[in-house]
């Protein structure tokens, strides 16, 4: 489900919009979903936020529906900047974050068991700070094995 070749570092953008852009054509070019991905990406963003306030920094885990999808897969996105995000169940607050873990799946049934394992990294204070520190996909994978 997550593999090296899915995660990539420094990645530069203006906004959030623009992260979700490069996301899905990177998928797009990867044959990971559709053409389409990318505005069912935008548009559920916007009615629904992923952002969520974490620390020591801001971690957003964009999806959307399984009609766009080709191939499930996880994609992590370290950001070189970090980029302001709506947060998750408060459209009127701002996170900034510094990773994107895109989740990209054909059954939505599967990603609850993931979000629950993502959600125990990001409150792991301990392995946050170990990807805050990640300066290779390998070590990134090692922090993220560990929950998946």
């Known amino acids: 489900m997550i593999s090296l070749e899915n995660i990539f ?3 530069e953008a203006v906004d959030y919009r623009d992260v979700l852009k490069k996301e ?3 998928l797009y070019k990867a044959d990971y979903v559709n053409e389409r ?5 935008l548009e559920r963003e916007e009615y629904s936020p ?9 971690v957003a885990i ?3 529906d399984p009609d766009y999808v080709i191939n499930p897969c996880i994609i992590i ?7 302001a995000f709506r ?3 408060n459209k009127e607050s701002w996170i900034n974050a510094r990773y994107v873990f895109g989740l990209v799946f054909k059954d939505s049934k599967k990603q609850v068991p993931l979000l629950s ?12 700070e170990k990807l805050d520190r990640a300066k290779s996909r390998e070590d990134i994978l090692q922090v993220i094995q560990g929950y998946l």
């Open 9 to 11: 570092l420094d990645i």
């Open 24 to 26: 899905a054509d990177l």
């Open 37 to 41: 991905y990318v505005c069912g990406l």
């Open 50 to 58: 992923t952002g969520l306030p974490t620390t020591p920094f801001g």
């Open 62 to 64: 964009p999806h959307t």
């Open 77 to 83: 996105l370290k950001l070189k900047k970090s980029v």
């Open 87 to 89: 947060e998750m169940g």
């Open 117 to 128: 394992q993502l959600m125990s990294l990001f409150g792991d204070l301990s392995s946050m």
